[in-house]
């Protein structure tokens, strides 16, 4: 009896970022707004150039567009649907084209449409395409799984702050996304707590001051105990102080965004 055939590699090949907008926006739209995929060249056109979760932002004519789309038509990631008296439409092949789950795919759309960025950053905006991935624990199996995969790579230690990008930039590209990773990343990790300092610290990075308890003096200083709620562990109320501090990291993003479109506007 003939044994079981072999399971083809993924056909999958660097990308430039024309063609990782153009794969981003079509999984994102596949997910997002399914009513309206396939889709046309305008409104990929325009999916392309939206203002929200893209970075950097583009301003792509539909010609542009239309030859990335046959580039990928030609790589086999992308497929063109034609039809008697109606706008052609275009849809993707990606599951097969990365080999990757549903929710691996989410994940990766959001890397192709926005590059390097924290794991935090990652889970919330993954998590508006599959409702599945709903914390960081969730998250972290897939990304495993694109690792091994080598559709994602990690720009800085695993932990707090950890920093992941897609896998799939040009060669010529990837010095520079690494370079913007650890760029991004050095505030936070100058802001992680030093394990046993030996000079003083900078007044912007010291803690703040400890209020001594006059019944100890000579014990080391204890991790303060999560507020008393039911169903609330140690590693839950660890996890949300995490979370907390990477949407505040987040949200002065977009406000900086907001501020350079504004000027932009004026």
Not at 19 to 25: D, N, S
Not at 202 to 218: E, G, H, N, R
Request: hydrophobic share 40%; charged share 25%; proline share 10%.
């Amino acid at each position: 009896m003939d044994s079981e055939a072999p399971k083809p590699e993924p056909q999958w090949k660097p990308l430039t970022a024309m063609q990782r907008r153009v794969i981003g926006v079509l999984l994102e739209k596949a997910k997002t707004t399914p009513a309206s995929y396939p889709m046309t060249l305008n409104s990929i056109t325009t999916g392309c150039n939206q203002l929200s979760n893209r970075a950097p932002v583009m301003s792509l004519e539909p010609e542009d567009v239309e030859d990335t789309l046959e580039e990928l038509r030609l790589m086999g990631a992308v497929g063109l649907i034609e039809g008697s008296g109606r706008v052609s439409k275009y849809r993707h092949y990606v599951y097969e084209w990365f080999d990757v789950t549903r929710q691996e795919a989410a994940v990766l759309a959001e890397l192709l449409l926005r590059g390097e960025q924290t794991v935090g950053e990652l889970r919330g905006r993954a998590a508006r395409m599959e409702k599945n991935i709903t914390d960081v624990a969730a998250l972290r199996p897939l990304l495993d799984s694109l690792m091994q995969k080598r559709l994602v790579i990690s720009l800085s230690p695993a932990g707090r702050g950890q920093i992941v990008t897609h896998g799939v930039y040009p060669p010529d590209e990837m010095p520079a996304a690494a370079q913007g990773a650890a760029a991004a990343s050095a505030p936070i990790s100058a802001s992680a707590p030093p394990a046993a300092p030996t000079s003083t610290p900078s007044p912007a990075l010291a803690p703040a001051p400890a209020i001594a308890s006059p019944q100890v003096t000579s014990a080391p200083c204890a991790a303060p105990e999560p507020p008393a709620l039911p169903g609330v562990t140690r590693d839950m109320y660890n996890e949300l102080q995490l979370e907390v501090a990477e949407l505040r990291a987040e949200l002065a993003r977009v406000r900086r965004q907001l501020e350079e479109l504004e000027d932009l506007i004026r």
